[in-house]
Nanobody, 116 residues
């Protein structure tokens, strides 16, 4: 199983980034896909998730600014991040999980840095 994130980088406040997570070794269409982030000294937190049927979920901190989407044909999940703020600075991780199973898989993370 591999989850490979890409698209991170340095951006000014108010800017945008699009993250991608390409997967292999999983039945992508059966997985709930999620994006999480972890800032230095803080716990890893959910940023966005998309369920098998396409329903999405966001915490208040990113709702209206971030959009998660999935392409089952490409086994890839995306995170469009707009109106970025310095507090969005973190390592962003992709996660896959089949709802009925306990095992979850994580990518290696991609750094997002938002300058003020």
């Amino acid at each position: 199983v591999q989850l490979v994130e890409s698209g991170g980088g340095l951006v000014q406040a108010g800017g945008s980034l699009r993250l991608s997570c390409a997967t292999s070794g999983i039945i992508f269409s059966r997985n709930t896909m999620g994006w999480y982030r972890q800032a230095p000294g803080k716990r890893r937190e959910l940023v966005a998730e998309i369920f098998v049927g396409g329903t999405t979920n966001y915490p208040d901190s990113v709702n209206g600014r971030f959009t998660i989407s999935r392409d089952n044909a490409k086994n890839t999940v995306y995170l469009q991040m707009n109106s970025l703020k310095p507090e969005d600075t973190a390592v962003y991780y992709c996660r896959s999980k089949i709802p009925s199973e306990s095992m979850a898989y994580w990518g290696q993370g991609t750094q997002v840095t938002v300058s003020s």
